[in-house]
């Protein structure tokens, strides 16, 4: 990612035509220049992480000068010169071919195997959905063929998916997909169907949002009795707030308090736990909790660290909250103010 920021500013903002232009550089002018529509349509040709990197870098740009254009458009039309015209032969002229090549029986397991990755830059569009979303979408399909449809996405997704699904049923889907080997063409037909309608309907849902998370932050900057209000909302929902108490309350906000509040939550807090929680911290929390405890502490803390080895994420995330917990009763007790933000400081 550090090729992003390798293009200069000049003290007005415009971008430096003297500074070389990386690819993704480059790719930014030319989608800046070709228009919305054209540039629409190469963006849809992207992987997710080819389009966050060349459109971060699209609006990072100010004031382009001409000899960066000129530069950009020369490299691509360069490109564009050296291509054979000839291009990838549809499905029917490989089936033609392969059976006069290899008889029809051989010629079809050499085209489902195609076709099976022909079904992936499709699938690929699919990370963009809510996992939620699409576990609805496929939850009335026959579990082998939602078994088929998770085998051709990335595991964390897939993961997703399946425990957004109705709890009865995941073992049996998790059991089909386990039992996959070769997957027939007419299976894979089916497959390119559902997610087609999948791709269709995509456009049609609803855009997600992290209410929770979005009112814990609001919450976490409201002047006055922040209290209060917290009381209120409790009064309606209280299994709401609850999630709101928990967004507020995020293992991140260590690193923006006091050393008096942490010294507190430092006492409170068994160093076992810490030696936990702190496993791929970010280093401003794991710095500010060592820079608080007392020396000798700190040394046995970070001896415990080393004699602990490779944890669980889950455990690790159990036992941030359970710390959390404990910062939270403190500052309910009033033993410490917490700090909720990072907010800014003058001299």
Not at 116 to 145: C, F, T
Not at 225 to 247: C, F, G, T, Y
Request: glycine letters at 4%; aromatic letters at 6%.
């Amino acid at each position: 990612m550090a090729e992003l920021n390798n293009y200069q500013d000049n003290d007005d903002g415009e971008f430096g035509a003297t500074a070389k232009l990386t690819p993704v550089e480059q790719a930014a002018i030319v989608l800046l220049s070709i228009g919305e529509e054209p540039a629409a349509a190469v963006l849809r040709c992207l992987s997710r992480e080819e389009l966050i990197e060349v459109t971060q870098v699209m609006s990072r740009m100010s004031g382009i000068k001409v000899e960066s254009v000129k530069t950009a458009m020369q490299t691509f039309f360069d490109d564009y010169r050296q291509q054979s015209g000839v291009h990838g032969a549809s499905r029917s002229y490989l089936k033609r071919s392969l059976d006069l090549a290899l008889g029809s029986d051989l010629a079809n397991t050499v085209l489902n195997n195609i076709y099976g990755d022909e079904l992936r830059p499709k699938m690929a569009r699919l990370q963009w959905a809510s996992p939620k979303w699409l576990a609805e979408y496929i939850s009335n399909e026959h579990v082998q063929m939602q078994a088929v449809f998770l085998a051709f996405l990335p595991p964390a997704l897939a993961g997703q998916i399946i425990d957004a699904l109705p709890q009865e049923g995941r073992d049996l889907v998790l059991l089909n997909l386990a039992r996959l080997d070769e997957i027939d063409r007419d299976l894979l037909q089916e497959l390119d169907d559902l997610v087609v309608r999948c791709l269709s309907s995509f456009d049609s849902q609803s855009t997600s949002v992290e209410g929770i998370r979005q009112t814990a932050e609001i919450l976490n900057r409201l002047p006055g009795n922040r209290a209060q209000m917290v009381e209120l909302l409790r009064a309606h929902d209280p299994e709401v707030v609850s999630k709101i108490e928990l967004s507020m309350y995020d293992f991140l906000i260590l690193a923006n308090q006091s050393e008096n509040a942490l010294s507190r939550i430092i006492e409170e807090v068994p160093l076992e736990q810490w030696a936990i929680a702190l496993k791929g911290a970010e280093v401003s929390i794991r710095d500010a909790i060592l820079k608080t405890m007392p020396k000798r502490q700190a040394q046995a803390f970070e001896d415990m660290m080393r004699r602990a080895g490779p944890m669980p994420m889950s455990r690790i995330e159990q036992t941030r909250q359970e710390i959390m917990n404990t910062v939270k009763a403190l500052a309910d007790n009033g033993e410490v103010e917490i700090q909720l933000f990072a907010e800014q400081v003058v001299e």
